[in-house]
Protein backbone atom coordinates (compact mmCIF):
# COMPACT_ATOMS: atom_id res chain seq x y z
CA UNK A 1 0.00 0.00 0.00
CA UNK A 2 1.10 3.68 -0.80
CA UNK A 3 2.47 5.50 2.52
CA UNK A 4 -0.61 8.10 4.07
CA UNK A 5 0.26 11.59 2.78
CA UNK A 6 1.77 13.76 5.14
CA UNK A 7 0.27 16.92 6.12
CA UNK A 8 2.13 19.36 8.70
CA UNK A 9 -1.28 21.57 10.40
CA UNK A 10 0.31 24.70 11.60
CA UNK A 11 -2.88 25.67 14.06
CA UNK A 12 -2.72 27.60 17.99
CA UNK A 13 -6.73 27.08 18.58
CA UNK A 14 -6.87 23.20 19.88
CA UNK A 15 -10.74 23.01 18.82
CA UNK A 16 -9.66 23.40 15.13
CA UNK A 17 -6.73 20.62 15.70
CA UNK A 18 -8.72 18.47 17.42
CA UNK A 19 -11.72 18.62 14.52
CA UNK A 20 -9.11 18.72 11.54
CA UNK A 21 -6.88 15.84 12.69
CA UNK A 22 -9.92 13.78 13.33
CA UNK A 23 -11.42 14.27 9.96
CA UNK A 24 -7.97 13.85 7.83
CA UNK A 25 -6.96 11.10 9.75
CA UNK A 26 -10.35 9.87 8.79
CA UNK A 27 -9.50 10.54 5.09
CA UNK A 28 -6.51 8.62 5.39
CA UNK A 29 -3.70 11.28 6.12
CA UNK A 30 -0.90 11.41 8.64
CA UNK A 31 -1.46 14.46 10.62
CA UNK A 32 1.32 16.15 12.52
CA UNK A 33 0.83 19.52 14.52
CA UNK A 34 2.55 22.62 15.17
CA UNK A 35 0.99 25.32 17.62
CA UNK A 36 3.23 28.27 16.17
CA UNK A 37 4.64 29.53 12.72
CA UNK A 38 8.51 29.09 14.37
CA UNK A 39 7.84 25.09 15.70
CA UNK A 40 6.03 24.64 12.21
CA UNK A 41 8.47 26.01 10.27
CA UNK A 42 11.17 24.14 12.08
CA UNK A 43 9.28 20.41 11.58
CA UNK A 44 8.61 21.56 7.73
CA UNK A 45 11.77 22.08 6.90
CA UNK A 46 13.32 19.25 9.14
CA UNK A 47 10.74 16.48 8.21
CA UNK A 48 9.04 15.57 4.71
CA UNK A 49 5.63 16.24 4.51
CA UNK A 50 3.03 16.30 1.66
CA UNK A 51 1.07 19.53 2.58
CA UNK A 52 1.51 22.19 5.02
CA UNK A 53 -2.09 23.92 6.45
CA UNK A 54 -1.57 26.84 8.28
CA UNK A 55 -3.55 29.55 10.03
CA UNK A 56 -2.53 33.12 9.20
CA UNK A 57 -2.39 34.43 12.34
CA UNK A 58 -0.19 32.35 14.36
CA UNK A 59 2.30 33.47 17.65
CA UNK A 60 6.63 33.53 16.61
CA UNK A 61 6.56 33.21 12.75
CA UNK A 62 3.66 34.59 11.03
CA UNK A 63 1.45 32.51 8.13
CA UNK A 64 2.58 35.25 5.77
CA UNK A 65 6.12 34.60 6.98
CA UNK A 66 5.71 30.89 7.15
CA UNK A 67 4.52 30.70 3.47
CA UNK A 68 7.53 33.07 2.27
CA UNK A 69 10.48 31.14 4.27
CA UNK A 70 8.89 27.62 3.27
CA UNK A 71 8.66 28.95 -0.48
CA UNK A 72 12.63 30.01 -0.15
CA UNK A 73 13.62 26.34 1.36
CA UNK A 74 11.28 23.88 -0.01
CA UNK A 75 9.01 25.78 -3.72
CA UNK A 76 7.72 22.77 -4.56
CA UNK A 77 5.98 21.89 -1.46
CA UNK A 78 1.81 23.16 -1.28
CA UNK A 79 0.99 25.58 1.52
CA UNK A 80 -2.66 26.50 1.93
CA UNK A 81 -3.71 29.35 4.30
CA UNK A 82 -6.93 29.49 6.58
CA UNK A 83 -7.93 33.14 7.16
CA UNK A 84 -10.36 35.41 8.38
CA UNK A 85 -12.42 37.29 5.72
CA UNK A 86 -10.96 40.93 6.87
CA UNK A 87 -7.22 39.22 5.80
CA UNK A 88 -8.20 38.55 2.77
CA UNK A 89 -5.64 40.86 0.60
CA UNK A 90 -3.07 39.81 2.62
CA UNK A 91 -4.11 35.85 2.18
CA UNK A 92 -3.53 36.93 -1.97
CA UNK A 93 -0.25 38.54 -1.36
CA UNK A 94 0.59 34.66 0.39
CA UNK A 95 -0.55 33.34 -2.92
CA UNK A 96 1.72 35.05 -4.44
CA UNK A 97 4.64 34.63 -2.86
CA UNK A 98 4.34 31.08 -2.95
CA UNK A 99 1.09 29.40 -1.72
CA UNK A 100 -0.81 26.73 -3.40
CA UNK A 101 -4.31 28.58 -2.02
CA UNK A 102 -6.15 29.94 0.59
CA UNK A 103 -9.26 29.14 2.15
CA UNK A 104 -11.62 32.22 4.06
CA UNK A 105 -12.81 31.18 7.50
CA UNK A 106 -16.03 29.92 8.21
CA UNK A 107 -15.33 27.11 5.43
CA UNK A 108 -17.26 24.03 5.20
CA UNK A 109 -15.05 20.80 5.12
CA UNK A 110 -15.98 19.27 2.55
CA UNK A 111 -14.25 22.23 1.13
CA UNK A 112 -11.29 21.68 3.00
CA UNK A 113 -11.54 17.94 2.01
CA UNK A 114 -11.29 18.74 -2.11
CA UNK A 115 -8.20 21.23 -1.71
CA UNK A 116 -6.44 18.87 0.28
CA UNK A 117 -7.22 16.04 -2.04
CA UNK A 118 -5.85 18.52 -4.71
CA UNK A 119 -2.68 19.90 -3.67
CA UNK A 120 -1.48 16.63 -2.21
CA UNK A 121 -2.23 14.92 -5.67
CA UNK A 122 -0.63 18.43 -6.88
CA UNK A 123 2.66 17.24 -5.15
CA UNK A 124 2.42 13.65 -5.69
CA UNK A 125 3.28 14.61 -9.70
CA UNK A 126 5.88 17.32 -9.31
CA UNK A 127 7.58 14.99 -6.43
CA UNK A 128 6.96 11.05 -8.15
CA UNK A 129 10.51 10.50 -10.51
CA UNK A 130 9.29 9.17 -13.83
CA UNK A 131 11.69 6.20 -14.62
CA UNK A 132 12.20 6.29 -18.25
CA UNK A 133 12.63 3.07 -20.43
CA UNK A 134 14.17 1.14 -16.72
CA UNK A 135 10.65 -0.03 -14.61
CA UNK A 136 10.22 0.58 -11.04
CA UNK A 137 6.83 -0.40 -9.46
CA UNK A 138 7.04 2.31 -6.58
CA UNK A 139 6.96 4.92 -9.63
CA UNK A 140 5.59 6.39 -12.42
CA UNK A 141 7.36 5.24 -15.45
CA UNK A 142 7.33 5.68 -18.96
CA UNK A 143 7.77 1.65 -20.85
CA UNK A 144 8.89 0.43 -23.59
CA UNK A 145 11.96 -0.74 -25.76
CA UNK A 146 10.13 -0.44 -29.10
CA UNK A 147 12.75 1.55 -31.63
CA UNK A 148 9.32 4.24 -31.57
CA UNK A 149 9.67 4.42 -28.17
CA UNK A 150 13.68 4.80 -27.83
CA UNK A 151 12.95 8.41 -30.41
CA UNK A 152 10.49 9.47 -27.36
CA UNK A 153 13.47 9.07 -25.08
CA UNK A 154 15.86 10.84 -26.94
CA UNK A 155 13.26 13.54 -27.87
CA UNK A 156 13.12 13.96 -24.13
CA UNK A 157 16.76 14.40 -23.35
CA UNK A 158 17.62 16.78 -26.29
CA UNK A 159 14.70 19.10 -24.99
CA UNK A 160 14.66 18.96 -21.93
CA UNK A 161 17.88 21.17 -20.49
CA UNK A 162 16.40 23.88 -23.41
CA UNK A 163 14.12 27.02 -23.01
CA UNK A 164 11.87 26.50 -25.84
CA UNK A 165 7.74 25.27 -25.47
CA UNK A 166 7.29 22.06 -26.46
CA UNK A 167 4.71 20.31 -28.21
CA UNK A 168 3.38 17.13 -27.41
CA UNK A 169 0.90 15.36 -29.83
CA UNK A 170 -0.83 11.70 -29.03
CA UNK A 171 -3.94 10.24 -29.27
CA UNK A 172 -5.52 10.35 -26.07
CA UNK A 173 -4.12 7.78 -23.43
CA UNK A 174 -1.01 7.45 -24.80
CA UNK A 175 1.25 8.90 -22.00
CA UNK A 176 1.16 12.95 -22.52
CA UNK A 177 0.88 14.56 -19.00
CA UNK A 178 4.13 11.50 -18.18
CA UNK A 179 6.52 13.16 -20.88
CA UNK A 180 5.79 16.48 -19.88
CA UNK A 181 7.14 14.96 -17.08
CA UNK A 182 9.64 13.63 -17.97
CA UNK A 183 10.89 17.04 -19.66
CA UNK A 184 10.11 19.12 -16.23
CA UNK A 185 12.35 16.82 -14.48
CA UNK A 186 15.55 16.96 -16.39
CA UNK A 187 15.05 20.49 -17.16
CA UNK A 188 16.94 23.53 -14.54
CA UNK A 189 13.03 24.33 -13.69
CA UNK A 190 13.47 20.96 -11.64
CA UNK A 191 13.55 22.69 -7.95
CA UNK A 192 10.87 25.41 -9.13
CA UNK A 193 6.70 24.50 -9.50
CA UNK A 194 5.01 22.26 -12.11
CA UNK A 195 1.42 23.50 -12.76
CA UNK A 196 -0.75 21.31 -14.71
CA UNK A 197 -4.12 22.87 -16.54
CA UNK A 198 -6.47 20.67 -18.45
CA UNK A 199 -7.95 23.32 -20.62
CA UNK A 200 -11.02 20.84 -21.64
CA UNK A 201 -12.02 20.14 -18.11
CA UNK A 202 -12.15 24.03 -17.17
CA UNK A 203 -15.35 25.58 -18.56
CA UNK A 204 -14.39 28.25 -21.26
CA UNK A 205 -15.91 31.33 -18.84
CA UNK A 206 -13.39 29.67 -15.95
CA UNK A 207 -10.45 29.12 -17.94
CA UNK A 208 -9.24 32.60 -18.81
CA UNK A 209 -9.57 33.06 -14.88
CA UNK A 210 -8.00 29.70 -14.47
CA UNK A 211 -4.84 30.80 -16.31
CA UNK A 212 -4.30 34.53 -15.65
CA UNK A 213 -6.20 35.40 -12.14
CA UNK A 214 -8.47 38.09 -11.63
CA UNK A 215 -9.78 40.85 -9.72
CA UNK A 216 -12.38 41.64 -7.55
CA UNK A 217 -15.98 42.20 -9.67
CA UNK A 218 -14.28 41.54 -12.69
CA UNK A 219 -17.13 39.58 -13.11
CA UNK A 220 -20.47 37.71 -11.57
CA UNK A 221 -18.84 35.51 -9.07
CA UNK A 222 -15.52 37.09 -8.69
CA UNK A 223 -16.06 38.55 -4.54
CA UNK A 224 -12.42 38.06 -4.11
CA UNK A 225 -8.86 38.65 -6.33
CA UNK A 226 -7.27 35.41 -7.60
CA UNK A 227 -4.00 34.32 -8.41
CA UNK A 228 -4.00 32.66 -11.58
CA UNK A 229 -1.81 29.59 -12.55
CA UNK A 230 1.09 31.19 -14.24
CA UNK A 231 1.57 33.31 -11.31
CA UNK A 232 1.87 30.32 -9.33
CA UNK A 233 4.31 28.90 -11.86
CA UNK A 234 6.70 31.71 -11.89
CA UNK A 235 10.22 30.45 -12.77
CA UNK A 236 8.83 27.04 -13.14
CA UNK A 237 6.88 24.80 -15.73
CA UNK A 238 3.06 24.87 -16.60
CA UNK A 239 1.66 21.90 -18.91
CA UNK A 240 -1.24 23.07 -20.71
CA UNK A 241 -3.30 19.84 -21.77
CA UNK A 242 -5.23 19.21 -24.30
CA UNK A 243 -4.42 22.96 -25.31
CA UNK A 244 -6.38 21.98 -29.17
CA UNK A 245 -9.87 22.67 -27.10
CA UNK A 246 -8.78 25.94 -26.35
CA UNK A 247 -11.12 28.27 -27.78
CA UNK A 248 -9.93 31.31 -30.17
CA UNK A 249 -10.70 34.51 -27.76
CA UNK A 250 -8.44 32.62 -25.33
CA UNK A 251 -5.84 31.69 -27.35
CA UNK A 252 -5.25 35.23 -28.35
CA UNK A 253 -4.54 35.93 -25.09
CA UNK A 254 -2.12 32.86 -24.57
CA UNK A 255 -0.06 34.07 -27.26
CA UNK A 256 0.06 37.58 -26.12
CA UNK A 257 1.09 35.46 -23.38
CA UNK A 258 3.91 34.05 -24.84
CA UNK A 259 5.40 36.99 -26.67
CA UNK A 260 5.20 40.01 -23.82
CA UNK A 261 6.20 37.29 -21.08
CA UNK A 262 3.92 38.86 -18.76
CA UNK A 263 -0.36 38.60 -18.22
CA UNK A 264 -2.57 40.56 -16.90
CA UNK A 265 -5.43 39.47 -14.43
CA UNK A 266 -9.06 39.38 -15.89
CA UNK A 267 -10.57 42.83 -15.08
CA UNK A 268 -6.95 43.90 -13.62
CA UNK A 269 -5.12 46.59 -15.56
CA UNK A 270 -1.30 45.95 -14.05
CA UNK A 271 1.24 44.50 -16.35
CA UNK A 272 2.91 41.05 -14.21
CA UNK A 273 5.73 39.69 -15.40
CA UNK A 274 5.83 35.89 -15.89
CA UNK A 275 9.01 33.65 -16.32
CA UNK A 276 7.39 29.95 -17.46
CA UNK A 277 8.15 27.56 -19.47
CA UNK A 278 5.49 26.19 -21.80
CA UNK A 279 4.65 22.44 -22.62
CA UNK A 280 1.63 21.98 -24.23
CA UNK A 281 -0.40 19.01 -25.65
CA UNK A 282 -3.18 17.80 -27.73
CA UNK A 283 -4.86 14.55 -29.32
CA UNK A 284 -6.15 17.02 -32.09
CA UNK A 285 -4.77 17.75 -35.57
CA UNK A 286 -4.06 21.05 -35.07
CA UNK A 287 -3.08 21.38 -38.78
CA UNK A 288 -6.76 20.36 -39.72
CA UNK A 289 -7.78 22.75 -37.23
CA UNK A 290 -5.84 25.30 -38.15
CA UNK A 291 -7.76 24.85 -41.71
CA UNK A 292 -10.96 25.17 -40.23
CA UNK A 293 -9.77 28.48 -38.15
CA UNK A 294 -10.29 26.75 -34.94
CA UNK A 295 -6.65 27.27 -33.69
CA UNK A 296 -4.68 30.38 -34.23
CA UNK A 297 -1.74 29.37 -36.67
CA UNK A 298 0.71 32.00 -35.34
CA UNK A 299 -0.43 30.28 -32.00
CA UNK A 300 0.50 27.12 -33.13
CA UNK A 301 3.99 27.92 -34.29
CA UNK A 302 4.48 29.52 -30.94
CA UNK A 303 4.01 26.07 -29.55
CA UNK A 304 5.23 24.46 -31.96
CA UNK A 305 9.13 24.85 -31.58
CA UNK A 306 9.94 21.56 -30.78
CA UNK A 307 7.08 18.73 -31.48
CA UNK A 308 7.06 15.01 -29.89
CA UNK A 309 4.99 12.89 -31.38
CA UNK A 310 3.89 10.22 -29.26
CA UNK A 311 2.71 6.72 -31.39
CA UNK A 312 -0.71 4.92 -30.39
CA UNK A 313 -0.18 1.66 -28.42
CA UNK A 314 -1.48 -0.13 -31.60
CA UNK A 315 1.48 1.05 -33.21
CA UNK A 316 4.03 -0.43 -30.48
CA UNK A 317 2.33 -3.65 -29.69
CA UNK A 318 5.81 -5.19 -29.21
CA UNK A 319 5.70 -3.02 -25.77
CA UNK A 320 2.58 -4.25 -24.57
CA UNK A 321 4.14 -7.33 -22.84
CA UNK A 322 6.29 -5.24 -20.40
CA UNK A 323 3.22 -2.50 -19.91
CA UNK A 324 0.94 -5.15 -18.65
CA UNK A 325 3.30 -6.75 -16.52
CA UNK A 326 4.52 -3.07 -14.99
CA UNK A 327 0.72 -2.06 -14.41
CA UNK A 328 0.72 -5.81 -12.85
CA UNK A 329 3.12 -5.37 -10.62
CA UNK A 330 2.37 -1.94 -9.45
CA UNK A 331 -1.34 -2.61 -8.62
CA UNK A 332 -0.75 -5.49 -6.46
CA UNK A 333 2.38 -3.47 -4.82
CA UNK A 334 -0.10 -0.76 -4.53
CA UNK A 335 -3.54 -3.32 -3.19
CA UNK A 336 -0.92 -4.68 -0.68
CA UNK A 337 -1.55 -8.12 -3.42
CA UNK A 338 1.07 -10.99 -4.00
CA UNK A 339 2.02 -10.45 -7.47
CA UNK A 340 0.82 -12.62 -9.42
CA UNK A 341 1.46 -14.61 -12.69
CA UNK A 342 -0.20 -13.73 -16.05
CA UNK A 343 -0.23 -17.20 -18.21
CA UNK A 344 0.92 -16.41 -22.23
CA UNK A 345 -2.54 -16.55 -23.76
CA UNK A 346 -3.19 -13.86 -21.46
CA UNK A 347 -0.20 -12.06 -22.80
CA UNK A 348 -0.47 -12.88 -26.47
CA UNK A 349 -4.41 -11.46 -26.11
CA UNK A 350 -3.33 -8.35 -25.33
CA UNK A 351 -1.03 -7.98 -27.65
CA UNK A 352 -3.68 -8.69 -30.45
CA UNK A 353 -6.14 -5.97 -29.45
CA UNK A 354 -6.63 -2.45 -30.93
CA UNK A 355 -6.62 -0.41 -27.61
CA UNK A 356 -9.11 2.62 -28.67
CA UNK A 357 -8.10 4.04 -25.27
CA UNK A 358 -4.36 2.92 -25.66
CA UNK A 359 -2.12 2.68 -22.90
CA UNK A 360 -4.94 4.34 -20.22
CA UNK A 361 -7.64 1.25 -21.32
CA UNK A 362 -4.28 -1.59 -21.53
CA UNK A 363 -3.90 0.01 -17.22
CA UNK A 364 -7.22 0.09 -16.56
CA UNK A 365 -8.05 -3.48 -18.07
CA UNK A 366 -4.47 -5.21 -15.92
CA UNK A 367 -6.02 -3.31 -12.71
CA UNK A 368 -9.52 -4.59 -13.08
CA UNK A 369 -8.07 -8.22 -14.19
CA UNK A 370 -6.00 -8.39 -10.90
CA UNK A 371 -9.76 -7.42 -9.03
CA UNK A 372 -11.08 -10.20 -11.04
CA UNK A 373 -8.69 -12.82 -10.06
CA UNK A 374 -8.60 -11.97 -6.60
CA UNK A 375 -4.70 -12.92 -6.00
CA UNK A 376 -4.77 -16.15 -7.95
CA UNK A 377 -2.58 -15.94 -11.55
CA UNK A 378 -4.76 -14.20 -14.01
CA UNK A 379 -5.16 -16.36 -17.20
CA UNK A 380 -6.78 -15.54 -20.76
CA UNK A 381 -10.50 -15.50 -19.26
CA UNK A 382 -10.13 -13.19 -16.48
CA UNK A 383 -8.34 -10.64 -19.11
CA UNK A 384 -10.92 -11.07 -21.77
CA UNK A 385 -13.32 -10.26 -19.22
CA UNK A 386 -11.45 -7.40 -18.42
CA UNK A 387 -10.95 -5.56 -21.54
CA UNK A 388 -14.38 -6.23 -22.14
CA UNK A 389 -15.20 -4.15 -19.15
CA UNK A 390 -12.76 -1.28 -19.77
CA UNK A 391 -14.42 -0.49 -23.03
CA UNK A 392 -16.64 2.55 -23.11
CA UNK A 393 -19.96 2.14 -24.29
CA UNK A 394 -18.74 4.16 -27.94
CA UNK A 395 -15.57 1.54 -28.01
CA UNK A 396 -17.67 -1.43 -26.99
CA UNK A 397 -21.23 -1.11 -27.23
CA UNK A 398 -21.71 -4.98 -27.38
CA UNK A 399 -20.21 -5.62 -24.70
CA UNK A 400 -22.97 -5.05 -22.09
CA UNK A 401 -25.21 -6.35 -24.25
CA UNK A 402 -23.29 -9.56 -24.93
CA UNK A 403 -22.84 -10.03 -21.35
CA UNK A 404 -26.43 -9.77 -20.78
CA UNK A 405 -27.54 -11.41 -23.65
CA UNK A 406 -25.30 -14.90 -22.33
CA UNK A 407 -27.25 -14.69 -19.14
CA UNK A 408 -30.77 -14.11 -20.22
CA UNK A 409 -29.45 -17.46 -22.82
CA UNK A 410 -27.84 -19.43 -19.45
CA UNK A 411 -31.34 -18.46 -17.96
CA UNK A 412 -33.75 -19.95 -20.35
CA UNK A 413 -31.71 -23.06 -19.88
CA UNK A 414 -32.10 -23.20 -16.64
CA UNK A 415 -28.21 -22.61 -15.54
CA UNK A 416 -29.44 -19.53 -13.82
CA UNK A 417 -32.65 -19.57 -11.71
CA UNK A 418 -32.42 -15.34 -11.57
CA UNK A 419 -30.51 -12.95 -14.17
CA UNK A 420 -31.55 -9.82 -12.64
CA UNK A 421 -29.89 -10.85 -9.55
CA UNK A 422 -27.05 -11.83 -11.05
CA UNK A 423 -26.61 -8.76 -13.50
CA UNK A 424 -26.68 -6.68 -10.14
CA UNK A 425 -24.36 -8.79 -8.30
CA UNK A 426 -21.94 -8.22 -11.02
CA UNK A 427 -22.51 -4.31 -11.21
CA UNK A 428 -22.09 -4.21 -7.52
CA UNK A 429 -18.97 -6.17 -7.54
CA UNK A 430 -17.62 -3.86 -10.32
CA UNK A 431 -18.62 -0.84 -8.74
CA UNK A 432 -17.26 -1.37 -4.99
CA UNK A 433 -13.99 -3.16 -6.56
CA UNK A 434 -13.16 -0.44 -8.28
CA UNK A 435 -14.16 2.13 -5.68
CA UNK A 436 -11.83 0.66 -2.97
CA UNK A 437 -9.10 0.30 -5.56
CA UNK A 438 -9.13 4.04 -6.74
CA UNK A 439 -9.20 4.88 -3.16
CA UNK A 440 -5.99 3.43 -2.37
CA UNK A 441 -8.43 1.35 0.05
CA UNK A 442 -9.32 4.32 1.87
CA UNK A 443 -13.40 3.47 2.79
CA UNK A 444 -14.47 6.23 4.09
CA UNK A 445 -13.71 8.26 0.80
CA UNK A 446 -14.89 5.20 -1.27
CA UNK A 447 -18.14 4.87 0.51
CA UNK A 448 -18.44 8.53 0.71
CA UNK A 449 -18.10 8.79 -3.36
CA UNK A 450 -20.79 6.21 -3.98
CA UNK A 451 -23.19 7.62 -1.68
CA UNK A 452 -23.23 4.55 0.86
CA UNK A 453 -22.37 3.99 4.51
CA UNK A 454 -19.33 2.78 5.95
CA UNK A 455 -20.98 -0.29 7.22
CA UNK A 456 -22.29 -1.26 3.87
CA UNK A 457 -19.04 -0.21 1.79
CA UNK A 458 -17.11 -2.48 4.47
CA UNK A 459 -20.10 -5.42 4.00
CA UNK A 460 -19.90 -5.26 0.11
CA UNK A 461 -15.70 -5.33 0.72
CA UNK A 462 -16.19 -8.94 2.36
CA UNK A 463 -18.89 -10.01 0.36
CA UNK A 464 -16.76 -9.70 -3.02
CA UNK A 465 -13.54 -10.28 -1.00
CA UNK A 466 -12.76 -7.06 -3.07
CA UNK A 467 -9.92 -5.97 -1.13
CA UNK A 468 -7.77 -9.05 0.49
CA UNK A 469 -5.82 -6.88 3.06
CA UNK A 470 -9.10 -5.78 4.70
Not at 267 to 278: A, K, L, N, Y
Not at 304 to 322: E, F, G, K, T
Request: proline residues 4%; negative net charge.
Amino acid sequence: MKARPKILLVEDDRQIVTALTRVLSDEGYDVTHAQDGTKGLSLATAEPCDLVITDFKLPGVTGMELVQNLHDARPRLPVILMTAHGTTDTAIEATKLGAYDYLLKPFEMPDLLALVEKAVTHNRVMLEPIDISEVSPGHSAIVGKSRAMQEIYKEIGRVAGKPTTVLIRGETGTGKELVARAIYQHSDRANKPFITVNCAAIPETLLESELFGHEKGAFTGADIRRIGRFEQAHQGTIFLDEIGDMSMNTQAKLLRVLQEKSIQRVGGREVIPTDVRVITATHRDLDRAISAKEFREDLYYRLNVVAINIPPLRQRSDDIPDLARYFLMRYAIEFNLEIPAIHPDAIQFLTEQMWPGNVRELENAIRKALALARGYGIGLEEVRQAVNLSRKPAEDASALSGFIAELITAASRGEIRNAHAAVIEEAERELFSQAIMLAQGNQAKAARWLGVSRATMREKLIQFEAHPSL
